[in-house]
């Protein structure tokens, strides 16, 4: 064991005492405790940082890099009524920003899936968060005769979040397992609705401090390089299904082509993948119109005026933010909690869980549109309680993958999913419900009442969608069991088969 020169004992330095990084592989030894010398400085600094390499921290600051990501898409949100203002664009050119993010989001996802499952995974997150970090602050600078460029911009952020959603659930499904890996990944997916929160509060307060909603994009891109570099340096590269005991059984990688059809006949990650974007489509549509809905509600119950100079009130971007942060850490919590005890009474709870929350979250967004003309307090109690419901089910979602994909193909099959929720979800439901909204504005452009009421028919689509949602998570209840096993069995055939050819060699 080394020793400074007065014989004290520096922990992480012994050969007896073996430090096990979390890729399952030993640190190399430095000499028997019978030999013992003072420790290097570069010694001691690498034991250190072995020792900081655990999976807890390593699911820490995943976690925070998520709440950046999310953070970061959520602020244009909180000012959308001053870029609108600035730019002079429509519900539908507002609309057009989120759109555009989730498209690139979605068409980099697959390719960001391909990478995950077969090179290093810390290395792409850390590029993905240090290039829409750069992106992001030169977006600030962008003047009101170029919008196309703002627009622009935000296409290459969505590039550089994808690399990031696609892959790190991957490798805290590599560190954890059973509970504990619901636990954190409860904790990952908490980062959804807290970053969106952090999104609209973020924006609202830089832009008031700063006195321009540019403000708003200068924040997040220095904490996004502070992720980036943490990550690097702290989180490990753990071996795929390590934390699954098979990391030293399956050497073997089968074709993305093979992986795809594999996907495709997998049940229950198509029905909760469907599912998935019932969910991205209703928060998309929400994140982004649900605070402009309530100013004009405010404006119609002449509680408000309506905004003519920047920069506009927060308020209510404030308030939705706050909102959104505490359902969220309910919505997860009780997620995480409900389904834990249900394991007790079905194997079947993951999925059922899901759709009884989906269901029950339908009911009370419609209620929202009922309400809203007459109290604003009435409006926000429902979006309370239908977003917990709403919430309920991100970190579930991910569990069932992660029971239902072999390990080797998990970085595909969240890419695929992320693209195919993003596809039928929130990559056009932001700009679908603008242009429904533009479209019954047409004939009482000027009336506060009318630009108010069409916004909310518009948005009435989202409950609908979200029972949708809930039936795809009850398809998926039907074969939930079944794909389970089948991936159980599959991970054992190929160990056994890899055994068998060793033995024959």
Aim: glycine share 8%; net charge positive; with cysteine.
């Amino acid at each position: 064991m080394c020793v400074e020169s007065d014989e004290c004992e520096i922990e992480g330095c012994s050969s007896s005492d073996e430090v096990h990084t979390l890729s399952g592989s030993m640190s190399p030894t430095l000499k028997s405790s019978a030999d013992l010398h003072p420790c290097k400085p570069g010694q001691k600094f690498r034991a250190a940082l072995l020792r900081c390499r655990s999976p807890l921290v390593a699911a820490g600051i995943l976690s925070f890099g998520n709440v950046l990501n999310y953070m970061d898409r959520y602020t244009v949100a909180g000012v959308l009524l001053d870029i609108q203002k600035h730019f002079d664009v429509g519900d539908s050119g507002a609309g057009l920003l989120q759109t555009v993010f989730i498209c690139s989001f979605m068409i980099a996802a697959p390719i960001f899936g391909y990478l995950g499952d077969r090179f290093n995974r810390k290395v792409i997150l850390s590029c993905g968060i240090f290039f829409w970090s750069f992106v992001t602050l030169l977006s600030s600078f962008i003047t009101k005769d170029y919008y196309w460029l703002l627009v622009l911009s935000r296409c290459l952020v969505g590039i550089g979040e994808s690399s990031y959603s696609s892959i790190s659930p991957t490798i805290i499904g590599d560190l954890f397992t059973n509970n504990k890996r619901t636990v954190m990944l409860s904790v990952f997916y908490l980062a959804i609705p807290l970053g969106s929160g952090l999104g609209y509060i973020l924006g609202s307060i830089a832009k008031d401090a700063g006195g321009d909603w540019f403000w708003a994009l200068r924040v997040s891109p220095m904490l996004g390089l502070t992720a980036g570099t943490l990550i690097f340096i702290f989180v490990p590269e753990p071996k795929r299904g390590s934390a699954d005991h098979i990391a030293g059984r399956i050497k073997t990688r089968t074709s993305w082509l093979c992986d795809m059809k594999a996907l495709a006949k997998n049940r229950s990650y198509v029905f909760s993948s469907l599912a998935s974007a019932a969910v991205s489509f209703a928060t998309g549509a929400f994140g982004i119109w649900i605070p402009q809905y309530l100013v004009r509600a405010q404006v119609v119950q002449k509680t408000a005026l309506i905004c003519t100079n920047q920069p506009c009130s927060s308020k209510d971007s404030l308030i939705f933010g706050a909102i959104t942060c505490v359902t969220g850490l309910l919505g997860v919590v009780i997620g995480a909690v409900t389904t834990r005890l249900c394991r007790q009474k079905t194997e079947r709870a993951d999925p059922l869980v899901c759709a009884v929350s989906m269901l029950g979250s339908a009911i009370f967004i419609c209620l929202i549109f009922v309400v809203a003309k007459k109290s604003i307090v009435g409006a926000y109690i429902c979006i309370f309680i239908g977003e917990t419901l709403l919430f309920l089910n991100w970190a579930i979602t991910a569990d069932i993958l992660m029971y239902v994909v072999i390990p080797t193909r998990r970085a595909t099959a969240v890419a695929f999913q992320g693209f195919t929720s993003h596809l039928l979800g929130d990559a056009g439901s932001p700009y679908l419900i603008g242009l429904i909204s533009d479209s019954l504005q047409e004939s009482y452009a000027t009336s506060a009442l009318w630009q108010f009421l069409s916004l909310g028919y518009a948005l009435m689509l989202c409950p609908f969608v979200i029972v949708l949602g809930g039936m795809f998570f009850l398809a998926t209840a039907l074969f939930f069991l079944d794909d389970r096993d089948k991936a159980e069995n599959q991970v054992n055939q190929l160990s056994r088969s890899l055994s068998t050819v060793k033995v024959t060699k």
